[in-house]
């Protein structure tokens, strides 16, 4: 006689379960990232970003191609950075470390800026050689210079297009004028309910982006229907 457990019976709630258990909400803390965590194994980054130093150390021994393109992103968005690297102490601490081209020593990354940190968390996270079916990630654009913001909603994209789906909250003008209208959503609270409307589905809002103009001038501009700008 054959028995079976009961989830054996039910292999799409094991599919959902196991779907759900690989989604991903980034919640980044560039203090938590600072953390010099103890030696172990961290595959993907979490979901404040304490483990940011072990996921570097498990990319550059295991993913040579990977932390490249990391490190030239980097790279391209500080100046002056030439190398980014996880050392382990003799006590047993994963230190991140950041060498700028000026200075003959590296720093470590408590002395480096906050935009220094999340220019390395992003593109960690969005290289991950292994992506999240859904990511999600809240207000991107915070300690990061407005002239970034393109280039990593194109990360965004890229991601997305590797088959996983990209959930982003903003505030950034400067983020949204990065973004294309089919994939804008806004929320609009009325009467005790959320209503979710799509920049595609406004005629107006299609228009005016033919024309040539910018998503984020467009919200700046009260153009979003129900959404006040300086609210």
């Keep these: 006689m054959a028995s079976t457990t009961p989830f054996e019976r039910f292999p799409a709630v094991v599919a959902l379960g196991n779907l759900i258990e690989r989604w991903h909400v980034s919640d980044f803390h560039v203090s938590r990232a600072r ?27 295991n993913h040579p191609q990977v932390f490249s393109t990391i490190k ?9 950075i030439t190398q980014v690297e996880s050392r382990q102490t003799e006590e047993g601490r994963v230190l991140l470390k950041f060498q700028d081209g000026a200075f003959a020593d ?15 968390a992003y593109p960690t996270l969005l290289h991950d050689p292994d992506p999240h079916p859904l990511l999600c990630v809240e207000e991107p654009e915070n300690q ?13 994209r890229a991601y997305a297009q590797r088959g ?26 009325q009467g005790g309910y959320t209503t979710i409307h799509r920049a595609s589905d ?28 300086e609210g």
Aim: aromatic share 10%; glycine share 8%; proline share 5%.
């Design 72 to 80: 030239a992103a980097l790279q391209r968005r500080v100046p002056g």
């Design 144 to 156: 990061l210079y407005p002239s970034l913001l393109e280039e990593l909603a194109e990360e965004f």
């Design 106 to 120: 590296p720093f470590l990354a408590r002395h480096v800026s906050d935009g220094t940190i999340k220019m390395l």
């Design 164 to 189: 996983g789906q990209v959930l982003i909250s903003t505030h950034s003008p400067d983020f949204l004028n990065a973004v294309q209208v089919e994939e804008v959503f806004w929320l609009q609270k």
């Design 35 to 61: 953390n010099e965590p103890e030696a172990g194994y961290g595959e993907h980054l979490s979901r404040e970003g304490e483990n940011l130093a072990l996921v570097i150390e498990y990319l550059h021994d």
């Design 202 to 229: 406004n005629a107006q809002v299609k228009a005016w982006m033919n024309d040539g103009d910018k998503m984020g001038r467009l919200w700046k501009q009260g153009s979003f229907e129900g959404v006040d700008p």
